[in-house]
């Protein structure tokens, strides 16, 4: 092989290796600024409060449930169950967490989670479950050793829900 061969191989290899770190700079950077994240869940308006009228639980049965996410809507709701201190502290955090936001959020019981739909996802209390479009896009497991943080640091919990609010 001749020198000027030789010579054009490296410039095309210094070429691909140069269009590749550029390729995989500009991935990374769309990585970190969000561009592959799933859109955030834009909570219908009809559950939007003022912190003067307050942003209470809304108490919210199986089949009510069941008929918002038939007619698609987005919302939140939080799986309680009255005497659970874990219940009382992360009761606590979505209130919080409400009233900062403006948002009004469903207060559903643990037993009613039994006859709905979402206790095909939701198998333990207390838990906050986030619906878009009627179909649920994350909620709390309090089995779970990953989302232990979120019951016990409301920093942990906010950021959570910031993922998908």
């Not at 991935?27 to 969000?34: Q, S």
């Not at 809304?58 to 918002?68: H, N, S």
């Not at 409400?98 to 039994?114: D, H, L, N, Q, W």
Request: proline share 1%; glycine share 10%.
């Amino acid at each position: 092989m001749g020198k000027d061969k030789k010579k054009q191989l490296g410039v095309l290899g210094l070429i691909v290796a140069l269009v590749i770190v550029l390729i995989g700079g500009l991935i990374f950077m769309g990585a970190v600024a969000g561009w592959f994240d799933d859109p955030k869940v834009v909570i219908d308006g009809e559950y939007v409060c003022d912190n003067e009228s307050g942003c209470d639980y809304m108490e919210l049965t199986a089949g009510e449930y069941d008929e918002l996410v038939k007619t698609q809507k987005s919302f939140v709701v939080f799986v309680d169950q009255d005497g659970c201190t874990t219940a009382d502290r992360l009761r606590g955090y979505i209130s919080d967490w409400a009233t900062s936001r403006g948002i009004k959020v469903y207060r559903m019981m643990f037993a009613e989670v039994k006859e709905s739909s979402l206790h095909d996802r939701v198998k333990y209390y207390p838990s906050v479950v986030v619906v878009d479009k009627g179909v649920v896009r994350a909620w709390l497991r309090a089995d779970s050793d990953e989302d232990a943080e979120k019951y016990n640091n409301y920093d942990a919990f906010n950021g959570w829900m910031g993922r998908y609010l």
